[in-house]
Each structure stands twice: as C-alpha cells, then as structure tokens.
C-alpha cells in the first residue's frame, strides 16, 4: 500500500473551514484514498473516501489532485466536537478491499 | 450504517490468563475483519486478517499462537490473548468490511485491555 505524509498537529477556530493535506505519491491507480478519524479511547470513525473525483458527505469534502499525488479533508464548519487525529489512508477498495495501514495522522484541535 | 459491535469494553485479567473479545457486524455480513492494536499515543498497527472460514493472515511480527483470531460466521470474528502479560495490555480494535459495497470499513468502540 502507498504511504501517505500528513503534517503531525494543525488548529482551527471554532465556525471556520478546516482543511486537512495528505501527500500520498506513490499511489497507484487502483488505490482509493481514505479518511478516517480516531477520538480519544474510541475507534476510528469512517468520514470520506475517492478514487479520483472529488467526493462530498454530510461530514465532510475530499479533493483530490488531478495526478492523485494528494488529497485535502475539508470540514466545513469545524466545532470542537471535531477535534481528533485524522488519518488519511491509500487502500485498493471498490468491490473488494485491501487493509489500512495506519500512519501517524494528524491532531486536529479546533479552538474556540 | 453499518455498525460493529466489540465487547468487552474494558477488561482487566491476570497475567497468565486467556481474555477473549468478540467483535460482531450487526446489521451486515462482514466476510473480512481486521483486529488492530494500539498503545498509547501510538497509530493504530494492524495485527491480523480474518476472512469467515478460514485462518487468519497475521502481519508480521505478531504470534499467531498468543492471538488467537476465529472468523467462523459471517457475523463474528473473535480474539483471543493467550496467557497474557503486563506488556499485551493495549487497546485492542477490530473493523470490518462487506464484500462489493463500496463502502469502506466500519471500526468497532475498542477494547481496553489491562493485564495485572
């Protein structure tokens, strides 16, 4: 599975945008990337998913570069419930799945 | 959605003893599970690969005879920590996947395990 390079620590004011980056290089092109995020002592929660297009939920938008060489999470209204670790993961998926291999994420920490 | 259901929540054992946890797809039938575990301030590291029905896929560096995994239905995967010790104490999560829907992976609450 490609390896994915996300920053260790970002902020974010409560009511603004938060839009997280991952550099996932080496991905090849039947791998999707993926999102997910982990509060404290619980397991990881699924937020978004693509291949190549950009992707929105109720949760959250992902864009993906044209060259899939990397990705932005953004959360469009953060609130402090959103503070977390976010992983950005590179798995094969569609009809069947590959395993995620967990990087060190990023800790969101969203301020009043 | 689908939801994944993992139990115990916490357990506290003593070493020398064998703790199971179940982890159960609810609502759909999850023909792959994955059991990872995760120490403080740590990622998660994945430790096994169970497909219903057959053995387990280990990654390397974990012993397959301390964990034991068994997918034997659709619906239910189980680890098993033989003779555990202090140093297994972890948090302990599984995840499972539905064949051909598309739609990633859904994680269980976690276990923590605490072994005295």
């Known amino acids: 599975d490609a390896k994915t390079t996300q920053p260790t620590s970002m902020d974010c004011a409560e009511g603004r945008a938060a839009n997280l980056p991952c550099n996932h290089s080496?991905?090849?092109?039947?791998?999707?990337v993926y999102w997910y995020r982990q509060i404290h002592s619980q397991g990881p929660q699924y937020i978004i998913h693509g291949l190549k297009n950009n992707e929105t939920n109720e949760m959250a938008s992902l864009i993906i570069t044209e060259d899939r060489k990397s990705s932005t999470l953004i959360l469009p209204h953060a609130t402090l419930r959103d503070t977390a670790v976010y992983y950005c993961i590179v798995s094969w998926g569609g009809t069947s799945y590959g395993k995620l291999t967990f990087g060190q994420g990023t800790i969101l920490t969203v301020h009043p | 959605g689908a939801v994944v259901s993992q139990h115990p929540s916490r357990v506290i054992c003593k070493s020398g003893t064998s703790v199971k946890i179940e982890c159960r797809s609810l609502d759909f039938q999850a023909t792959t599970m994955f059991w990872y575990r995760q120490f403080p301030k740590q990622s998660l590291m994945l430790m096994a690969t169970s497909n219903e029905g057959s053995k387990a896929t280990y990654e390397q560096g974990v012993e397959k005879d301390k964990f034991l995994i068994n997918h034997a239905s659709l619906t239910l995967s189980t680890l098993t920590v033989t003779s555990a010790h202090p140093e297994d104490s972890s948090f302990y999560i599984c995840s499972a996947t539905e064949y051909g829907t598309g739609g990633g992976y859904t994680f269980g609450s976690g276990t923590r395990l605490t072994v005295v």
């Open positions: 080496t991905i090849s092109g039947n791998e999707y």
